[in-house]
C-alpha cells in the first residue's frame, strides 16, 4: 500500500518568507501527484497537479515539484502571506482514474 | 453548480442509529469519490463511481457502510448501526474525466458526523 509522509508536520514563519514543504512517497508507479489545501472546517482546494511525466508545475506563487523515481515531491510557496495560513496535504494518484492516498500535512501558520 | 455540495453540514447521531449523508457532486462530472478524514488525520479513500457503477469499495471500513448514486449523478453514503469510531467528517469529491486520472478534484465542504 501507499506510504505518504509530509514533514514538517506544523511550520510558522514571518510574513514575506519563503515556504518549503516536502512529500515522500513510497510507490514510485503513480499516475500524478496533487497538492491541496485545507482551511479549518473546509473542505479541500486543489492547488497544483503534476502529471507522472511532467518534473514541475507553477501557479502564482506556487511552484511543486516532482521525482518520481525517489518519490518525493516538493511545494515550494514564495512570499508567504498570512492568507497562505492553511494545511497542506499532497496526494499521489494510485489509480487511472485518480483514487488518491493523503499524507497526514503541514499546517502552516504565517504571521504578520 | 457552482461546486461540490454535501448535506447535511453537520450530523449527530446516537450509537446504533442509521445515518445518510448525501452529495451533489460538480454538475456534468463522470467521477464521484468519498473519503473519511478523522481529526488530524489526511482523508482516506472509501469508495469510487464512475456514473452510476461502483467501480472500488475497497475502502469501506465494514459492512456497516453503503454507498449508492442510481442515477449517475447525486450519491448517498449510508452508515447502519453507527459507532463512536465512525466519527469523522465524510468528503465527497468528483472529477469531469474517468479517462487517465489527469484531473483535479474538486471537493465539497464535508459532512462532519459525531455519535454519541
Known amino acids: 500500500k501507499q506510504e505518504v509522509t509530509q514533514i514538517p508536520a506544523a511550520l510558522s514563519v514571518p510574513e514575506g518568507e519563503n515556504l518549503v514543504l516536502n512529500c515522500s512517497f513510497t510507490?514510485?508507479?503513480?499516475?500524478?501527484l496533487q497538492w491541496f489545501r485545507q482551511d479549518p472546517g473546509k473542505g479541500l482546494t486543489s492547488l497544483l497537479l503534476?502529471?507522472?511525466?511532467?518534473r514541475e508545475q507553477t501557479s502564482g506563487r506556487l511552484n511543486a515539484s516532482l521525482d518520481k523515481s525517489s518519490g518525493r515531491s516538493t511545494l515550494y510557496i514564495a512570499a508567504s502571506q498570512p492568507g497562505d495560513s492553511a494545511t497542506y496535504l499532497c496526494?499521489?494518484?494510485?489509480?487511472?482514474?485518480?483514487?488518491?492516498?493523503f499524507g497526514a500535512g503541514t499546517q502552516v501558520v504565517v504571521t504578520p | 453548480g457552482a461546486g461540490v455540495s454535501q448535506s447535511p453540514r453537520y450530523k449527530v447521531a446516537k450509537r446504533g442509529q442509521d445515518v445518510a449523508l448525501r452529495c451533489d457532486p460538480i454538475?456534468?462530472?463522470?467521477?464521484l469519490f468519498w473519503y473519511q478524514q478523522a481529526l488530524g488525520q489526511g482523508p482516506e479513500f472509501l469508495t469510487y463511481?464512475?456514473?452510476?457503477?461502483?467501480?472500488?469499495k475497497s475502502g469501506l471500513p465494514s459492512d456497516r457502510f453503503f454507498a449508492e448514486r442510481p442515477e449517475g449523478s447525486v450519491s448517498t453514503l449510508k452508515i447502519q448501526r453507527t459507532q463512536q469510531e465512525d466519527s469523522a467528517v465524510y468528503l465527497c469529491?468528483?472529477?469531469?474525466?474517468?479517462?487517465?486520472?489527469?484531473?483535479?478534484?474538486?471537493f465539497g465542504s464535508g459532512t462532519q458526523l459525531s455519535v454519541l
Open positions: 469529491a468528483s472529477s469531469s474525466s474517468h479517462r487517465d486520472g489527469n484531473e483535479k478534484l474538486f
Open positions: 510507490d514510485s508507479a503513480i499516475y500524478n
Open positions: 503534476i502529471q507522472s511525466s511532467q
Open positions: 496526494a499521489p494518484a494510485t489509480d487511472s482514474w485518480g483514487k488518491l492516498q
Open positions: 454538475s456534468g462530472h463522470v467521477s
Open positions: 463511481f464512475q456514473n452510476e457503477a461502483q467501480l472500488d
